[in-house]
C-alpha cells in the first residue's frame, strides 16, 4: 500500500509537467500527454481499483525512469486531479446494472368499474335560512333603559314584558292629562246649569211674551243668554272630548315605556344595555319565531324559468350533512336585485323548534335542527344527464385536492387527482380525471397502494 501511494505521488508528478497551465487550459495540454506517460497513468488508476500485488511491480517499473522527485512532487496537486478523474472512469466501467425489483402484491382489495348512469340534473341555488316571522323589537318614546328582562336565546310568551323603560316623564304628562279631564268635566256641570237656567228663564219669558207682559227687548236678551248658555255648554262637552282624547295618548305613551313581546318566539339578538338610551326606531331586540324557517335562495336570472311556484325541491343545508331534506317553493319576488341580476326565491321548510322555545304543550325542547342565518343550497329539477359516479369511499383527501387509485391493465395501482362535482346520496360525481370503464379501488381506507400489484377480493 505504501509503495503504491508513492508511486501515485510521482506519477502524479510527472503529469503535473504537462498541465501547470490554468485549469481552462488542462483539457487542452491533455492532448499533447505522451501515450507512455498516459498509459502508466491508466494502469496505475486500475492497479489502484484491483489492488493486485502484480500491478505494483509493473508499476515501479515504469516509474523508474522518472527524474526530480521534488519537481514532480510540486506541481502534483493539478496531476492528482487527472488521476482521480482516471481511476473515476475506471471504476464506473466496472458497474453491473441493477435488476428492477417485482412489485408488491396486495390481495382483497375490493374493485369497482366506473360507469357513465344517467342522473336527474338540477340548478343549484346557495341561500341563506331565515325564520318566517321575526321582528326588530324598538321603542317608541325616547328615554333611558332601566331593565332588560331577557337574553340571547330566552323563550319568550305573547305579551310578556323584555324592556322596561324610565316612565317618569311619560306618567307625568299621563297625570296632566288626567287632571284636564277632571277639569273639563266641572266645566260641563257648569256649563250644563247655565244652560238649564238659561232654558227655564227662556220658558217664562216666552209666556210673558205671548201675553205681551215683556217688551221685545227683554225677550231678545233672555233668548241670547239661552243659545250662550247652549253653546258653552257644547264648548264644554267638546273639552271633555279632548280630554279623555288626552288621557288615551298619555296612557299610550307610558304604555310605550314597556316593550312587549309580539308573539311567541326566541331572543336572537340583544342590541342595547341597561342604562343606554332608547331612541324611536333604533331596534333594541330581535325576536324570531324558531316553529318555521325559510331558505331564501338566489336564482340567477337565466335560470330562473326552471323554478315553479308550490313545486318540492330538496335543501341541502351543509349543518345537517349532506342528506336533503324537502322543501316547497312559497314565494318567488318577482323583482331581480340589479346589483346581483339574481331573484329570490324564499322555501318553506319542515317545521322544528330550537332550544327553549316552547312548544304546544308549554315544554321547552331542547333539540335544535334549523338555525337562522346557516348556509344551505336548493336543488331545482331541469331534466337529466349522463354522468360518472363512484362511492364516496373510494376518494383520498390530500389538503384541498381529491384522488383515486386508478388500477392499470398491468394490474398495478396508480394514485390520480380527480375533479368531483355534485354529492348524489352515498355517491359523488366525477367531472374530469376519471374515464368511463377504469377500474379503481373502492375503499383504501387509508392504504398506501400507489404501485404495488392489486388482488382483487
Not at 386 to 403: E, F, K, N, V, Y
Request: hydrophobic share 45%; charged share 20%.
Amino acid at each position: 500500500m505504501k509503495q503504491l501511494f508513492m508511486n501515485f505521488v510521482i506519477l502524479s508528478g510527472a503529469l503535473a509537467k504537462f498541465v501547470r497551465a490554468p485549469w481552462f487550459r488542462i483539457r487542452a495540454r491533455l492532448s499533447v500527454v505522451p501515450s507512455g506517460l498516459m498509459d502508466k497513468a491508466t494502469a496505475l488508476a486500475a492497479a489502484i481499483q484491483g489492488l493486485k500485488p502484480t500491478n505494483f511491480g509493473v508499476l515501479s517499473a515504469w516509474l523508474k525512469p522518472c527524474p526530480d522527485t521534488k519537481l514532480l512532487l510540486k506541481h502534483s496537486v493539478g496531476a492528482l486531479c487527472i488521476a482521480l478523474g482516471l481511476l473515476s472512469l475506471t471504476a464506473c466501467s466496472g458497474e453491473k446494472p441493477t435488476t428492477a425489483s417485482a412489485p408488491e402484491t396486495v390481495s382483497g382489495v375490493a374493485l369497482l368499474t366506473a360507469q357513465r348512469v344517467t342522473v336527474p340534473d338540477s340548478i343549484e341555488s346557495t341561500g341563506t335560512v331565515r325564520a318566517a316571522q321575526s321582528a326588530q323589537l324598538a321603542s317608541q318614546v325616547m328615554g333611558t333603559i332601566t331593565r332588560i328582562n331577557v337574553h340571547e336565546g330566552d323563550a319568550v310568551r305573547r305579551g310578556q314584558v323584555l324592556i322596561a323603560i324610565d316612565e317618569a316623564q311619560p306618567h307625568a304628562a299621563y297625570q296632566s292629562a288626567t287632571a284636564g279631564l277632571q277639569a273639563s268635566r266641572e266645566a260641563i256641570a257648569a256649563a250644563d246649569a247655565d244652560y238649564s237656567l238659561a232654558e227655564s228663564t227662556m220658558q217664562r219669558y216666552q209666556m210673558l211674551y205671548d201675553k205681551k207682559s215683556v217688551s221685545p227687548h227683554e225677550y231678545d236678551e233672555v233668548k241670547a243668554k239661552l243659545a250662550l248658555a247652549t253653546a258653552r255648554r257644547d264648548a264644554a262637552h267638546a273639552n271633555s272630548a279632548q280630554a279623555q282624547a288626552a288621557v288615551a295618548e298619555a296612557g299610550t305613551t307610558v304604555g310605550f315605556t314597556k316593550i312587549r313581546a309580539p308573539f311567541d318566539g326566541v331572543v336572537v339578538a340583544k342590541l342595547a344595555d341597561d342604562g343606554a338610551m332608547a331612541s324611536p326606531g333604533v331596534p333594541l331586540l330581535v325576536v324570531e319565531d324558531p316553529s318555521h324557517f325559510r331558505l331564501e335562495a338566489e336564482v340567477d336570472e337565466s335560470q330562473i324559468g326552471a323554478v315553479r311556484l308550490g313545486a318540492t325541491v330538496p335543501v341541502v343545508l351543509d349543518s345537517l350533512g349532506n342528506q336533503p331534506i324537502s322543501g316547497k317553493v312559497a314565494q318567488i319576488v318577482p323583482a331581480a336585485d340589479p346589483s346581483s341580476r339574481t331573484f329570490t326565491v324564499k322555501i318553506d321548510l319542515p317545521a322544528t323548534s330550537a332550544p327553549g322555545s316552547p312548544s304546544r304543550a308549554g315544554v321547552a325542547r331542547d333539540r335544535v335542527e334549523i338555525r337562522s342565518g346557516i348556509f344551505g343550497r336548493a336543488l331545482f329539477p331541469c331534466g337529466e344527464r349522463q354522468s360518472i359516479l363512484i362511492p364516496q369511499t373510494a376518494l383520498l383527501h390530500r389538503g384541498q385536492l381529491d384522488a383515486i387509485y386508478v388500477i392499470g391493465k398491468d394490474e398495478i395501482a396508480s394514485l390520480r387527482y380527480v375533479t368531483l362535482g355534485k354529492p348524489s346520496g352515498n355517491d359523488v360525481e366525477v367531472l374530469s380525471g376519471l374515464d368511463n370503464g377504469e377500474r379503481i379501488v373502492a375503499q383504501p381506507d387509508g392504504r398506501e397502494l400507489s404501485g404495488k400489484r392489486i388482488g382483487a377480493q
